[in-house]
Structures are given as C-alpha cells and as structure tokens.
C-alpha cells in the first residue's frame, strides 16, 4: 500500500510560480510511475503531467505544457511539480497518484489546493 502526502500548494498572483512536491510512502517508489491531475470547483479531474519511474517517458496536458516540469526524485521518494508563469485558469486542488503502469494509477494523495489570483 502507497501513501502519497502533497505539499507546496497556496496562493500566488498571476505569473507567479509554486513548487508541489509529493511525499510517497510504504511502496518501491521507484517502481511507480507517477502523475499530476488537478480538479477545479465544478470541474471533472484532469491529467496534468506524467513521469515513468526512472524518469525516462514524460508527458504534459496542452494546457501547461512549457509552463509546468514534473520530475521525482527516487532517493527521496519524492515527486515535484514546478508551476512557472501561473493563470486563474491554473487554480484547482492538485492531487499526485502513483502506479505500476504509466497512465493506470492506483494511488492517490489527499490534494493541495492552488489559487491563482488575476
């Protein structure tokens, strides 16, 4: 079983930056592929970025891609989420999962909230 803990969340004007970081917990953590989706109010959840276990396959959402940069840091068990040059439209509880297979996640942390004031 894998607890996964997010952090770094808040509120930051529009341009502004934040760094996610997700903690992972009772797993292999290297054996996990991982992602962010986030959900705003109202919203369905959506995919942000993904990264394969040893950080060789990535992907992005059109919407942050050359904005947002996932990458994890397997000695520590941890997964990040640099947001550069934010917008209103980025505002949601980001949320980090983890599985065996890239793009079937299994496990899920509890969010962190984002709100980008414009």
């Known amino acids: 079983q894998v607890q996964l803990v997010e952090s770094g969340g808040g509120l930051v004007q529009t341009g502004g930056s934040l760094r996610l970081s997700c903690a992972a917990s009772g797993g292999t953590f290297r054996n996990y592929a991982m992602a962010w989706f986030r959900q705003a109010p109202g919203k369905e959840r959506e995919f942000v970025a993904q990264?394969?276990?040893?950080?060789?396959?990535?992907l992005y959402a059109d919407s942050v891609k050359g904005r947002f940069t996932i990458s994890r840091d397997n000695a520590k068990n941890t997964l990040y989420l640099y947001m550069n040059r934010l917008k209103p439209e980025d505002t949601a509880v980001y949320s980090c999962?983890?599985?065996?297979?890239?793009?079937?996640?299994?496990?899920w942390g509890q969010g962190t909230q984002v709100t980008v004031s414009s």
């Open positions: 990264i394969s276990g040893l950080s060789v396959t990535l």
């Open positions: 999962a983890a599985g065996s297979l890239i793009g079937r996640y299994t496990y």
